[in-house]
């Protein structure tokens, strides 16, 4: 049984920041290049981050320089540290593999940047 739970989500100031936290269970993801995606409201899920076995790493241009992605294969959990927030990240946020057929979506975490 495969799962993937998003967590570390919240309502957070412009500036701010969150650090979420994508758990595994069912399956290894140390062979996994892993990716954080998101989805706000009237728009498609877009590719946010990425990073593969061997830590490499990508960003979306809307968040490169202010979110990190990282991964701890012992604790089989990726990690994204949102830092300066802006009202345009609000979105729920999704963990699932980059490459390769995805895994079913898990609910996600809100995101929600406001003053």
């Known amino acids: 049984q495969v799962q993937l739970v998003e967590s570390g989500g919240g309502l957070v100031q412009p500036g701010g920041s969150l650090r979420l936290s994508c758990a595994a269970s069912?399956?290894?993801?140390?062979?996994?290049?892993m990716a954080w995606y998101r989805q706000a409201p009237g728009k498609q899920r877009e590719l946010v981050a990425s990073i593969t076995a061997g830590l490499r790493t990508n960003y979306a241009d809307s968040v490169k320089g202010r979110f990190t992605i990282s991964r701890d294969n012992a604790k089989n959990t990726v990690y994204l540290q949102m830092n300066s927030l802006k009202p345009e990240d609000t979105a729920v946020y999704y963990c699932n593999v980059a490459f390769g057929e995805r895994l079913s979506w898990g609910q996600g975490t809100q995101v929600t940047v406001s003053s």
């Open positions: 069912g399956i290894s993801l140390s062979r996994n290049a």
